[in-house]
């Protein structure tokens, strides 16, 4: 299983950002897709995920301004995040996941400027 994020970049407080991943290889109709960030100096915590039928789940810290969804290609995923915060700043990674899997991509940088 292979993972591609992209769309990290640097941006000021305030601004949106829409990350993007892709997953290829052997998964699991019933998998579960999501975003994780690990802050300098931080643990790797959950920002969003969404399984196949649509349903979310978001962090407290980015709940009302962030917004994940899946592609019309088979396992992708984009995560739009609006109202950036200094905060939000990390390396984002995405995973795809199912029953006892779990798989990583490398993960992308997000930057946010005050």
């Known amino acids: 299983v292979q993972l591609q994020a992209s769309g990290g970049g640097l941006v000021q407080a305030g601004r949106s950002l829409t990350l993007s991943c892709a997953a290829s290889?052997?998964?699991?109709?019933?998998?579960?897709m999501g975003w994780y960030r690990q802050g300098p100096g931080k643990d790797r915590v959950m920002v969003a995920d969404?399984?196949?039928?649509?349903?979310?789940n978001y962090a407290d810290s980015v709940k009302g301004r962030s917004t994940i969804s899946r592609g019309n290609a088979k396992n992708t995923a984009y995560l739009q995040m609006d109202n950036l915060k200094p905060e939000d700043t990390g390396l984002y990674y995405c995973?795809?996941?199912?029953?006892?899997?779990?798989?990583w991509g490398d993960g992308t940088q997000v930057t946010v400027s005050s």
């Open positions: 969404i399984t196949v039928d649509g349903t979310a």
């Open positions: 290889g052997k998964i699991d109709s019933g998998n579960v």
């Open positions: 995973n795809v996941r199912w029953g006892v899997v779990s798989e």
